[in-house]
């Protein structure tokens, strides 16, 4: 789906196994730049019932099967001299 500026959508996360995945996931693109978009359902302390965001930009996203940026690789050397 090609989005167009200032819009997106959200889908039903089917895959979701814990509290901390979002209910909802999509794309939306603001201002000519993209955003991957999470959403999760939640309740305030007097009971109204909202959705929470978080909004990431493509490209600081990790490419499947790459790793986190704040990870070091599995053979990260912390011992070298200089």
Request: no cysteine; glycine share 8%.
């Amino acid at each position: 789906m090609e989005n167009k500026d200032n819009s997106g959508a959200l889908f039903k996360n089917d895959r979701r196994e814990t509290e901390k995945q979002p209910y909802y996931t999509g794309d939306i693109r603001v201002a000519g730049t993209d955003y991957r978009i999470s959403a999760w359902l939640n309740e305030s302390q007097k009971g109204v019932k909202y959705m929470g965001l978080k909004v990431t930009p493509k490209d600081e996203l990790p490419s499947k099967g790459q790793q986190s940026q704040s990870a070091p690789p599995d053979d990260f050397d912390d011992d070298l001299p200089f």
